[in-house]
Nanobody, 129 residues
Framework: QVRLVESGGGAVQPGGSLRVTCTVSGYTDSRYCMGWFRQAPGKEREGVASLWTVYGLKYYSESVKGRFTISQDNDNTTLDLQMSNLKPEDTAMYYC??????????????????????WGQGTRVTVSS
């Protein structure tokens, strides 16, 4: 069973940068879909970025496109989300997720929660002056 542990959250000023990391274990299928979601207080969960590992395809929400970058190490044991030019509206709990495919994400052109079966506990990101 996949285990996902997020780290690297924290507080940063608007315009700053931050990287959050997900440590992945227990996943043996190299074709899997990996992603980052976030949820701000009082708001619905939002897909941020996803990576279909076997094809190297990346998807981003419109709200973070051009500012956030998703990447994975060569051993597929960590998943990073590099966030730049952060805005107060980026404040949220960020969750790592894993699934067997990115089919719904590919059709939509942006991360879709229906592709994911395993979730981490989250790491908090706060953007404030």
């Amino acid at each position: 069973q996949v285990r996902l542990v997020e780290s690297g959250g924290g507080a940063v000023q608007p315009g700053g940068s931050l990287r959050v990391t997900c440590t992945v274990s227990g996943y043996t299928d190299s074709r899997y879909c990996m992603g980052w979601f976030r949820q701000a207080p009082g708001k619905e969960r939002e897909g941020v970025a996803s990576l279909w590992t076997v094809y190297g395809l990346k998807y981003y929400s419109e709200s973070v496109k051009g500012r956030f970058t998703i990447s994975q190490d060569n051993d597929n044991t960590t998943l990073d989300l590099q966030m730049s030019n952060l805005k107060p509206e980026d404040t949220a709990m960020y969750y790592c997720a894993a699934g067997e495919h990115c089919i719904s994400t590919q059709i939509a052109g942006a991360p879709r929660a229906g592709d994911f079966r395993g979730w981490g506990q989250g790491t908090r990101v706060t953007v404030s002056s």
